[in-house]
Structures are given as structure tokens and as C-alpha cells.
């Protein structure tokens, strides 16, 4: 805490908290630009090879530890036993070096502004860049330098963390100006979504409001709350009602091809090929249900399902099932789905224990720790989120990152006291 309120910070604390910024504001705007920061910590993490810092580790910092740790080794295993090589290595590496990374962060924990910057001015970003990419390159779907619905599903995510950044906001001296930057980041986080047409994003947006209803539902008053969801719903008709902007054709589309695949029309449609696929998956667990069939064969047994009549033909092309949970049980079976389950599942119970923190700051980042796995889970309902780099690098390195400004924010026994009005009860 006094490191937060000092204003002098050590060098180190300063560096962690200029990468914090980069880390959400470069993530979606510049090519590979959510690896720049977890690059640039890890190279500071390099220095605990020379010095030890005075870190002194809790039950749950450990079980962080555990997690990042224990579902490194699984996969590697899972490597190991289905005979992948170093391709299966790619992915664990990353969760192991999240570690000294952590550790790292624990010791030198970024500034609070400048974490909440950089969400809001890679939400800002992301936005403004669907925007050009969509009206002045007229691609279809925007996808920023990756995929679109990696691109617009971690739009979602910034839109998010910007809505439990609010919270902190309120506390501030300049809270007008930070609770108008963070707000104009939700929203230009919400037209990266609605412009890339990545529909899985906006399955998974319900719960993760519910994440931020639940932490400051109370915190603001009405005229708030309606002010910023109304600027949502103008955003949300005025794209629908836009034909440029596709989000109309998009839901029309999913609706035609719900209603063909539920009165068997076999057509080959993005949705109707995520059923077969999800229903191929579930089949191949059903034959191998402890360790699954593996990466590498994960794709001929599909095809021959789909030789078999089981699945349409083209569901064989792909070597993921656009499902985060089906191809982690058909791939590593009931290990490698409970592996998952703990990875998503015990972040979530440690920063939830923050969500009703007397300390508003605290509860913000409880928040945003909780909306990292609600929002992965939500994205995984649709697509294999974790199949991806973007995926693996943003879970695994803005885990370390929310952690260690959580772990450093004290929970205190009474709220603060409130001054002003203007957003507060």
C-alpha cells in the first residue's frame, strides 16, 4: 500500500507499471501486441536470477502458483503421453513462465491508474481500429492483426475490465475524468465486438455483466447505471440499425442456421458445423473418456467419423471443436477437462472472495480477476479460446498481472468514507 501511495515510486515499480499499461493497450492494435508486455516482464522477471525480493507468499498466492504450475505439467504430460513433440510444449511454457513473472509483480505491483489506462485506451483502441478496418478498408469482419473472433471477444473483455475499473474510478480526486475515460473505453470496447460480428462475444457479455452488476451494483446510483447503459443500447441499435456495420445479417444468419440444423438440413454453416463438431466430440470422448485421443489424432478421428456419416463432411478440416470444454474432453478427456475446470475455476473463487470488499478499490480488481475466467468461459462456449495464442498469453499473463495489484490493494474492515456525489449514492 505505501508503494501505491507514494509519489516516488521505485524504478522497478515504475517499469511494471508502464508495461501494465501496455499490456491492455497494445493488445488488440499492433501486430502480436498482447505478447509486447508479458515480453517485457519477463525480462524483468530475469533479475530474480541475481536478487531475491522480500516477497513473502500466502496460501493464496500459492494456490495462483499451484494453478499456473499444475496445468503446465498437465499438458506437458498430456504431451508426453499422446506423443506431440515440442508442438505441445508452446502452450504450458507460457503458464510456466507466468510464474517468475508473478513473482516478480508481487514485489514490485503496478500503479493502479496505470493499469486501469491501459484497459481503457486498448478498449478505445480496439474500437477506433474495428472502426477503420470496417469503414475505410471495408473488410467484412474486423480482426485487428489476429482473428476476428479472438479480436472481438477480447474487445469484450477490455469493454468489461473498463466497467469494473469505474469503481475504482469513484474514489479518485479526478474521478469525472477517469470514470469518462474508462467509460468511453467500455464503449469503444463494445463496438470492437459488435463491428468484428464475433457472436460468441456477445453470448459470453450476460454473465460478465453479471460479474460487475454483482461487485457494484449498489456502489452507483441509478442515474449512473441508466446513463452508461443507455450510451450501451444507443451504441448497440445504432450498429443494428446500420446495415455497414453487418450485426442485423449476422443474427439473421444465426437464426437461419439454427432452424436448418434443427430440422436436419446437413448444410455446411458456421453454426451447423459447431453442432457436428460438438456432437463429434462428445462421441470421441465417449470412446476414450479418461485421456482423450491427443492433439495429433484429434483430427483423424473426426474425419473418420465423418466417412462414417456421423458428422458433415467439412467438420473433419478442423483440428479444434470451437469449443473450449468439448475439444479439452475429446483431446485430454476427463484429466484434461477438470485441468481446465481448476484453471478457470480457482482464480475465479480467490478474487471472488473480493467482490464485496468494504474497499472499493479492491472490490474493482476482485472484479476484473473474476471476469478474466467468466469471460474465457464464455468465449470457450463458441470457439477453443485457449487453442490460440492470443488466448493462452492474455489468460496467462493478466492473470499475474490483476493478481499481484489485487494482492497488494489491504482489504480493510470498514468502507472508506465517500465525498461528492456526482456518481455515488
Not at 508479458?38 to 507468499?57: D, H, I, K, T
Not at 475515460?181 to 454473465?207: F, K
Not at 470412446?287 to 466417412?307: F, H, T, V
Not at 476482485?366 to 478474466?372: E, H, I, M
Request: with cysteine; hydrophobic share 50%.
Amino acid at each position: 500500500m505505501a508503494a501505491e501511495l507514494s509519489s516516488h515510486p521505485p524504478l522497478a515499480e515504475r517499469y511494471s507499471s508502464l508495461v501494465a499499461l501496455l499490456c491492455g493497450a497494445l493488445a488488440l492494435t499492433v501486430p502480436s501486441g498482447y505478447s509486447i508486455g508479458p515480453v517485457l516482464l519477463l525480462l524483468a522477471s530475469l533479475s530474480l536470477v541475481f536478487r531475491r525480493p522480500a516477497v513473502r507468499l500466502d496460501g493464496q498466492d500459492r494456490a495462483i502458483l499451484a494453478v499456473l504450475l499444475g496445468y503446465a505439467a498437465l499438458q506437458i504430460l498430456f504431451a508426453g503421453l499422446h506423443n506431440e513433440g515440442s508442438s505441445g510444449l508452446a502452450d504450458p511454457l507460457r503458464f510456466l513462465l507466468a510464474v517468475p513473472v508473478l513473482i516478480w509483480l508481487l514485489a514490485h505491483p503496478p500503479r493502479l491508474g496505470w493499469l486501469w489506462a491501459g484497459f481503457a485506451l486498448g478498449a478505445m483502441g480496439a474500437g477506433a481500429f474495428a472502426a477503420w478496418q470496417k469503414f475505410a478498408l471495408g473488410l467484412p469482419r474486423p480482426d485487428g492483426f489476429s482473428h476476428a473472433i479472438q479480436f472481438g471477444n477480447l474487445s469484450v473483455l477490455l469493454a468489461t475490465l473498463c466497467l469494473a475499473g469505474l469503481g475504482w474510478a469513484s474514489t479518485q480526486a479526478r474521478r469525472g475524468a477517469w470514470c469518462l475515460v474508462l467509460g468511453l473505453g467500455a464503449l469503444g470496447g463494445l463496438m470492437g465486438s459488435i463491428l468484428s460480428g464475433s457472436r460468441g462475444g456477445w453470448v459470453a457479455l450476460l454473465p460478465m455483466l453479471v460479474v460487475v452488476l454483482a461487485a457494484f451494483a449498489r456502489r452507483f446510483s441509478w442515474k449512473a447505471w441508466g446513463a452508461l447503459i443507455g450510451a450501451g443500447m444507443v451504441l448497440a441499435a445504432l450498429a443494428w440499425a446500420t446495415p455497414q456495420t453487418g450485426i442485423q445479417k449476422r443474427y439473421d444468419q444465426a437464426v437461419a442456421e439454427i432452424t436448418q440444423y434443427a430440422t436436419g438440413e446437413r448444410i455446411s454453416t458456421s453454426i451447423g458445423r459447431r453442432f457436428d463438431m460438438w456432437k463429434g466430440a462428445v462421441h470421441l470422448f465417449q470412446e476414450k473418456p479418461l485421456l482423450g485421443w491427443g492433439e495429433s489424432a484429434y483430427r483423424p478421428a473426426m474425419q473418420a467419423l465423418a466417412e462414417e456419416g456421423r458428422v458433415h463432411p467439412d467438420v473433419g478440416a478442423y483440428d479444434h471443436a470451437h469449443n473450449e470444454f468439448f475439444d479439452r474432453a475429446a483431446k485430454q478427456g476427463t484429466v484434461g477437462l477438470l485441468g481446465l475446470l481448476a484453471l478457470y475455476g480457482v482464480p475465479l473463487l480467490l478474487f471472488g472472495r473480493g467482490l464485496w470488499s468494504h474497499d472499493v478499490g479492491r472490490r474493482a480488481l476482485a472484479a476484473a480477476g473474476c471476469l478474466l475466467p467468466v469471460g474465457f468461459m464464455g468465449f470457450g462456449l463458441t470457439q477453443s479460446f485457449l487453442a490460440h495464442n492470443s488466448g493462452v498469453t492474455v489468460y496467462a499473463f493478466w492473470l499475474v498481472l490483476l493478481w499481484s495489484a489485487f494482492r497488494h490493494v489491504a482489504p480493510r474492515e470498514a468502507p472508506a468514507p465517500l465525498r461528492g456525489r456526482a456518481v455515488m449514492e
